[in-house]
Each structure stands twice: as structure tokens, then as C-alpha cells.
């Protein structure tokens, strides 16, 4: 026993030694190359006295890296990670300067931008020397994981972390990645891990499931996580009892809605026990968090979702690789919007300002922060993880969801998969990977690129109120314009008195393609009857566009009913799918549509744009070539792919035992997941009443 110990200590210490070796030979490469950079004195100095000095300066900064990077890491948890990305390379130089000073006899120097371009190379050296090290000494790797379940386990007291003990669950999220995008993508080769799990031994299968009418993040992984997403009708919405515009990207909102959910559930979420949620929006009830941005709302000790990032750049070879993949991701984007314009691609939009900078964070700081924290979840034996990759979702919002440059994502996602799953073979407990996204994206130019105006341009000419200029020029806005002017001088009947009320400012929000008008003077939701009173041209206007595909309105005498083109009028409770103004958007349209008209804050009018079911295409109504959020194509068939478990359709199956033909929506999601998470940790003990009420 203590040989071995002997042993591996000194394994230990020759890959330390090795590790100084290699960065005293990159330091004193650097310096022969880079002119502001030396390690002698202004006399000159000997080979061997220069090799000591080049010695002493590398391991001054190898010590600094590990003692004093972490705690200026983690003094700096209130800076964003996307301002810490930023600071990465001052804060690495500045450690090197530091230890050139501690040189002795001041033989070391260097300016200021030429510190910071060493001390980047001699991070990733010394990370790349250490990995190679680590990877041929398979033992020491598996003792590494052995010791981290250890600790773990005489933490928490439990045994059950064992590779022959119950297996973990690591749910990965592909935000945006729709069933057939990602069918297309390992048919292509440009997801090899996912083509493997589709066509290997291990038995994955892939199915498609129909997300909600408001087929976006905040719905889909508010009821996945959460078990609800009741009375959320949007991306974003207004709620007239209190004058705010919900919007699900905002932590204060994102809280909210988090909460709601648990009050409608009585249940802390899929991860309550012992899980970790990461780069999500909801906490899912997880204790572990990073980059979770329902909790960034919480002050205190309550806000730990920063932690996780800390963690990955407390390293800083991490922290420079990072920084330095941000840069290239950067001028990356620029190169491929520029190639776009000069070939005048369409569909197009503008991608300047702060974009190639939030691509990049979503692209690199966010999906290596994500990868790093599950491969730590694994290491330490967690029961459960979800964790959210939006890289692809960005980028085809911008570039199109059939582009080269999301292609791209997929395929440098795919190595991502890899990764985690390779680990998943070291970890201390067996783990099954789940994979899944919360909605798809329909590709199609934008509304306001269509047709010239922007649909809050379009309500506002329909409502008789002033326009911009530019919308005044376009005919669908000429059209509505004069409709405005019949409606509002149309004759009155004999005996009747003309009553025209004081128009009021519509609020109009986008979801991807789907609209919401809201008119805060109104208390309630709005009538068809009361809109009509008021602007006599708008719902007409808005039916009869042919970038709209239909409405939905409450009726006092008809409740609540869908207009369309040729002043259609159904009832929802008539609603059928493929007939009428449904007829494109495929199954279960009519009751997702039926769903959503029950929610509390459901808009006063909805509004879905038209979907071409031969083309796939859909008109965002923000700016977006590849959207989501409404009904209309690929964006309502999101996908699941699973290892041998439970059949979905027979998690969700009633109690009489008779399958549903199809996964409809997030929640039902949601009980297959708790379902397989309940299959993998075994029979469970019934809890007594009393035990219950204390539940989160």
C-alpha cells in the first residue's frame, strides 16, 4: 500500500516537473522570437544562466496561475462571463508580468501587449502537456475519478455511486434542433456520435414530439423541467393587471415563471434530487447550477448560478482557450455575413452591431462552460443533469436553419456529444444519455421583409393610427390605410348614432411567427364586438393579409373564435385539424390552439403568420430568417432520442393503459422524463403523508 502511494506521488511529481520543462522551452522560444520580450540582462547573459531564468519565470507564473488565478476568478463572479471572457488575456499577462518581476537581478521584462500573447501560449502549452500526460496515464485518470466519487460519497453519506449501483441521467438539450434537421445532419456526416446512436448496438431511438402552440424555450423547457407551462402563451406577452411585458430571456421574468409553475404543481421540478442544471433557463429544482438565469434574478447566497463558470475558468488554460476560440468565433461571423451580402444570399438579415459577439458567447463561452460542468457533474456522480446547448438556435435564427454556417454548429456540437459521452465510459457510476430539443425552427424571410412593414405598422394603419413613413409607401400598408378610411366614413343606418371611440396605442409583441395585440385600455380580454366598435377595419385588415395565416379573438356572442382570408369565422370549439384556415399547419393544431385560449393572459388578439407547407416556410414577425414560437412547420417538432427505456407513449399512456397516438407537448414530456428517471433509480419507497407536505 505505501509503495503504491510512493508511486503515484512520484508519477505526480514527474508530470509536474515535465509540465516546467515544456513551458521553460516555450519561454525561452517565445523570447528569442518576440522582440519586446527577454530573459537577460541589458549585458547579455550565458545559455545556462538564461535557462535558469527562463526556469524561475515559468514557474513563477505556474505558481501564480494556480494559487492566485482562482481567487481573482472568483472575486470577479459579479462581472458577466461574457466581460469575463474579455478579461481573460489582461488578467493571464498581468500574472506573467508579475512573475518576471520575481526574477531576480530584474533579467526579465516585457511590454504590456507582448505579456499578454506569452503568457496565452504558455497557458495552452502547459494545458496541452498536462492533457497528453494525463491521457497516457490511464491509471492516474481512473484513480482521479475513483478519489472524486469518494469524496462525494463520504459527503453525502450515500454508496449508491458505484458503476454497478444505479445509473445517472444526463439530459442534453440541442436548442432549436428540430426531429428532420437532425436526421439530416448524421445522414450528411456531420453528427458521426448521433449517426452512431442512431445505427449502433447501444439501441437509441428517435422520435418526434409536437410541442405546444408557442413552440419556443420558454414554454418547452418551463414544462419539461417544471411539469407546467400554463398561462404562457409566448416568448413574450403583456399582462394588463399589472402593465408588464413578460418576457421568458429576462431573470426576473424567468423567476417568475418558475415559480408559478411550482405553486401549480406543488413539485420542485425534474431535478430535485441530488441533479444539476446547466446554461438552462429554469433550475428545474436542481441544487448545482450554472448559468441558469431564473436563479441570476436571486440575490444572496441564493445566487449561485455563476458558480458554475467559475469553476471552468478558475483553470486558465481553460480560460485562454476560451477567450481565444470567442475571438476566432467573432471574426468568424463577420467573414460569413460578409461572404453572405457580397453573394446577395436571400433570405437575409442585418448581422452587425453586438451580434457576432452573442453569437460568439453563445457559440463558445456558453457551450464550453455548459460541456465542462456536465463532464464535473458526471465526475462527481450526480444523479441527474440537464443541460442546454443554444449554439445552433442562434446562429440559425441569423444565418437560417439550412445554412452552411448552423451545419457548422451541428458538427462542432456533435464533438461536444462526443466528448461527454467518451467521459460518460470513466465516470465513477454508469450514465445513459438523453438527448432532446425543445422546439425546431421553420426557415422564411421575415414579414417586414415581404411585405415592407413590420405587423405593428400593419395593426397600427388597421386601427386608423399614424404609421412611419416607409410603411406608408408599401401597398400592403396602402391597402389597410384605405380600408381604414371606408370603415371609419361608412354610412350610418338611419336612427343609429355613430359611435367611433378615442383609438388607443395597441401594445404588439413578436414570438418568431407568432403575433400578440394587447390594448391596455381595455380591461380584460378584449371582444371582437369591442374591437370592432372601436377600429372597424383591424381584424379584417389583419385576416385578409396574406402574410397572416389566421387570428384567434374572443367573441361575446360566438366565444372565442379563428378568423381567416374570405372573412372566415370558426368557433374553437369547431376547430378541426386539415380543414379550413388549419389545413397547412398539420395535427394537432386545433388543440394546441384550443389550449392556449384557456390561458389567463392569453392576448386579446393572437396572431399566427401564413405557413407554406410545400416550401416549409413561415414570415417571423421579428428578425429572424430561421424562427420559432408559432404554429407552421418544422419549428413544432422538436425530437427525443433515448437509450433502451421506457417507450415514451407508454410513459404517457392513461390509466385505462390506451397509448396516445403521438408526444403532444412539453408537459407530457416532462412525465416521460421523471418516468425514466424513476426507472433508472429503481423501486421506490411510497412516501407517508406527513413526509409529502414537506416536499419542495
Known amino acids: 500500500m505505501g509503495d503504491r502511494r510512493w508511486r503515484r506521488t512520484g508519477a505526480a511529481l514527474m508530470r509536474v516537473i515535465a509540465v516546467w520543462a515544456v513551458s521553460t522551452l516555450t519561454m525561452l522560444a517565445l523570447a528569442g522570437i518576440l522582440p519586446d520580450f527577454r530573459l537577460q540582462s541589458p549585458d547579455g547573459d550565458s545559455t545556462t544562466k538564461t535557462a535558469f531564468t527562463a526556469a524561475w519565470g515559468a514557474g513563477a507564473f505556474g505558481l501564480l496561475s494556480a494559487l492566485v488565478w482562482p481567487v481573482l476568478v472568483r472575486a470577479l463572479l459579479i462581472v458577466p462571463a461574457l466581460v469575463l471572457g474579455a478579461l481573460v488575456f489582461f488578467l493571464n499577462g498581468s500574472l506573467l508580468l508579475i512573475a518576471l518581476r520575481l526574477i531576480p537581478d530584474g533579467r526579465g521584462a516585457a511590454a504590456p501587449e507582448t505579456a499578454v500573447a506569452v503568457a496565452a501560449v504558455m497557458s495552452a502549452v502547459a494545458s496541452a502537456t498536462s492533457t497528453a500526460l494525463a491521457v497516457r496515464d490511464d491509471n492516474a485518470y481512473r484513480r482521479r475519478l475513483s478519489r472524486l466519487a469518494d469524496r462525494r460519497r463520504r459527503r453525502s453519506g450515500t454508496d449508491g455511486d458505484a458503476r454497478g449501483g444505479p445509473p445517472g441521467t444526463v439530459f442534453i438539450q440541442l436548442d432549436g434542433v428540430g426531429h428532420d434537421a437532425l436526421l439530416a445532419a448524421a445522414a450528411a456526416g456531420l453528427m458521426p456520435t448521433v449517426a452512431h446512436w442512431l445505427a449502433g448496438p447501444d439501441e437509441h431511438r428517435l422520435m418526434p414530439w409536437r410541442t405546444d402552440w408557442s413552440s419556443q424555450t420558454g414554454a418547452s423547457q418551463l414544462g419539461i423541467l417544471h411539469g407546467s407551462n400554463h398561462d404562457v402563451p409566448a416568448f413574450r406577452w403583456y399582462e394588463k393587471e399589472t402593465g408588464d411585458v413578460m418576457v421568458s430571456s429576462r431573470p426576473a421574468s424567468a423567476l417568475e415563471l418558475q415559480r408559478r409553475a411550482v405553486a401549480r404543481t406543488r413539485d420542485g421540478g425534474l431535478l430535485t434530487l ?307 384556415p388549419l389545413a397547412p399547419y398539420g395535427p394537432g393544431a386545433a388543440d394546441a390552439i384550443r389550449r392556449t385560449d384557456t390561458f389567463p393572459h392569453v392576448a386579446d388578439v393572437m396572431v399566427n403568420s401564413m405557413y407554406d407547407p410545400a416550401a416549409g416556410t413561415v414570415h417571423a414577425f421579428e428578425e429572424q430568417i430561421g424562427s420559432h414560437g408559432g404554429l407552421g412547420g418544422d419549428q413544432s417538432r422538436p425530437f427525443l432520442l433515448w437509450p433502451r427505456w421506457t417507450d415514451p407513449l407508454d410513459a404517457v399512456a392513461g390509466e385505462d393503459g390506451e397509448r396516445p397516438d403521438a408526444l403532444v407537448g412539453a408537459e407530457a414530456v416532462h412525465r416521460v422524463l421523471r418516468c425514466w428517471l424513476q426507472e433508472a433509480s429503481g423501486p421506490q419507497v411510497p412516501v407517508r403523508p406527513e413526509e409529502r407536505a414537506r416536499r419542495p
Open 274 to 580: 441530488d441533479g444539476a442544471s446547466r446554461g438552462n433557463l429554469f433550475s428545474g429544482g436542481a441544487d448545482q447550477l450554472a448559468l441558469v438565469l431564473s436563479m441570476a434574478a436571486r440575490l444572496g447566497k441564493g445566487r449561485r448560478s455563476r458558480a458554475g463558470y467559475f469553476a471552468y475558468f478558475s483553470d486558465p488554460a481553460n480560460a485562454v482557450r476560451t477567450a481565444g476560440s470567442f475571438v476566432a468565433e467573432v471574426c468568424r461571423e463577420i467573414a460569413q455575413s460578409t461572404r453572405s451580402r457580397l453573394r446577395k444570399e436571400t433570405p437575409r438579415i442585418k448581422r452587425g452591431g453586438l451580434y457576432p459577439f452573442i453569437r460568439a458567447f453563445a457559440t463558445v463561452v456558453e457551450r464550453d462552460v455548459v460541456v465542462a460542468a456536465v463532464i464535473g457533474d458526471m465526475f462527481a456522480g450526480r444523479t441527474a443533469v440537464y443541460a442546454d446547448l443554444v449554439a445552433y438556435d442562434e446562429v440559425a435564427h441569423h444565418s437560417g436553419p439550412r445554412s452552411r454556417d448552423a451545419e457548422k454548429v451541428l458538427a462542432r456540437l456533435d464533438r461536444a456529444l462526443a466528448l461527454i459521452a467518451k467521459v460518460a465510459e470513466q465516470a465513477p457510476r454508469t450514465y445513459r444519455i438523453v438527448l432532446l430539443s425543445d422546439h425546431g425552427q421553420s426557415p422564411g424571410d421575415t414579414f417586414a421583409g415581404v411585405y415592407g412593414l413590420t405587423l405593428k405598422d400593419l395593426v397600427r394603419a388597421g386601427s386608423g393610427l399614424p404609421v412611419p413613413r416607409r410603411a406608408q409607401r408599401t401597398r400592403s400598408a396602402s391597402e389597410a390605410r384605405d380600408a381604414v378610411r371606408i370603415a371609419l366614413h361608412r354610412p350610418v343606418a338611419e336612427g343609429q348614432e355613430e359611435h367611433v371611440a378615442k383609438p388607443s396605442d395597441p401594445i404588439v409583441l413578436a414570438s418568431g411567427n407568432l403575433g400578440l395585440i394587447a390594448f391596455p385600455d381595455i380591461e380584460g380580454r378584449a371582444s371582437l364586438e369591442q374591437l370592432e366598435r372601436r377600429h372597424p377595419a383591424l381584424l379584417s385588415t389583419l385576416a385578409n393579409h396574406p402574410g397572416i395565416g389566421f387570428l384567434l379573438v374572443r367573441s361575446e356572442r360566438y366565444g372565442s373564435v379563428v378568423l381567416a382570408r374570405g372573412g372566415v369565422r370558426i368557433p374553437v370549439a369547431e376547430l378541426a385539424d386539415g380543414q379550413g
